[in-house]
């Protein structure tokens, strides 16, 4: 299985896109005692198709292949479950972001509903493994994309591309039951991109009829955070999209709404390059 796929060159836009949620090749050691099907609870259903015709644009698009279930590579390495692991250990430095309360640290442990993915606990060495064949290479290519286009345009702008359930589950982000907005950006409360960058992207959105919230209750995990420098014009800012816009939520599948979400997001993107090309023309 490889790690991602990469779509588009690098270095033709400052623009770069990633979607580390959206796979769905599911590795034979994954050991879970759910379904696949439930397994996708955690997908980005469809986003590297929604973003797809970016690339004509010039603009790359890196996907992850493996499930975010088996992996979340929207993590630090050393985000360890500790409840997850034999003898509740880690050998290696350990940086938690607090996504193991609920259950969604580098290796999930639970579903949104709450109920286990594993019927056992897993060995350091296996996790070690999953690191090296999946998070290495896919924040080994998303760095390489971003430094790319830095070093031809002096600033890169890099959208961390999602989707999010309509309504959160017990054991999601922002706790169950709250209706999600038609958009969520999350720069980590200003910290991952000019500012000004987030208000374009929300207005451009807003423009369409679409209801936007900023940080809320999406802020940006490591993707974002690891790869930014707004001071060294690096910019990155995660995009969130309510599922309900273009899929059936109950059976993972496309409804009518998919082509013309994408005809808006290829919209947004034309945008976007026009707000970097004058960005880097300052």
Same mark, same amino acid.
């Given at each position: 299985?490889?790690? $991602? ?45 929604? $973003? ?222 026009? $707000? ?7």
């Amino acid at each position: 299985m490889n790690s $991602y796929s990469l779509v588009g060159a690098p270095a033709l836009t400052p623009l770069v896109l990633d979607s580390p949620h959206s796979g769905a090749q599911f590795p034979a050691d994954f050991d879970a005692i759910v379904s696949e099907f439930d397994l996708r609870d955690g997908e980005d259903c469809f986003v590297d198709e929604l $973003y797809l015709p970016a690339t004509e644009r010039g603009v790359p698009l890196l996907a992850a292949q493996f499930p975010r279930t088996y992996l979340d590579a929207n993590r630090h390495a050393g985000d360890i479950d500790l409840e997850l692991m034999e003898g509740g250990r880690w050998p290696h430095p350990h940086v938690p972001s607090g996504k193991a309360r609920i259950g969604k640290a580098l290796i999930w442990r639970t579903l949104d509903d709450g109920r286990p993915i594993y019927g056992r606990k897993l060995k350091v060495d296996e996790v070690v493994g999953r690191i090296e064949r999946c998070h290495a290479p896919y924040h080994r290519a998303l760095a390489q994309l971003m430094d790319d286009a830095q070093a031809r345009f002096g600033q890169v702008f890099h959208i961390n591309c999602h989707s999010m359930p309509s309504v959160g589950g017990k054991m999601g982000e922002g706790g169950g039951g709250p209706a999600r907005a038609d958009f969520v950006l999350g720069d980590r409360d200003g910290t991952t991109c000019d500012p000004g960058f987030t208000t374009f992207v929300a207005d451009a959105l807003a423009e369409f009829g679409y209801e936007v919230a900023i940080n809320d209750p999406y802020k940006g995990v490591e993707l974002v955070r690891a790869y930014s420098d707004p001071a060294r014009g690096r910019h990155s800012l995660q995009l969130e999209i309510n599922k309900r816009l273009y899929m059936n939520e109950t059976t993972c599948s496309r409804h009518a709404g998919f082509d013309a979400l994408r005809r808006d997001l290829a919209t947004l993107v034309d945008a976007v390059l026009e $707000y970097t090309r004058r960005a880097v023309a300052r």
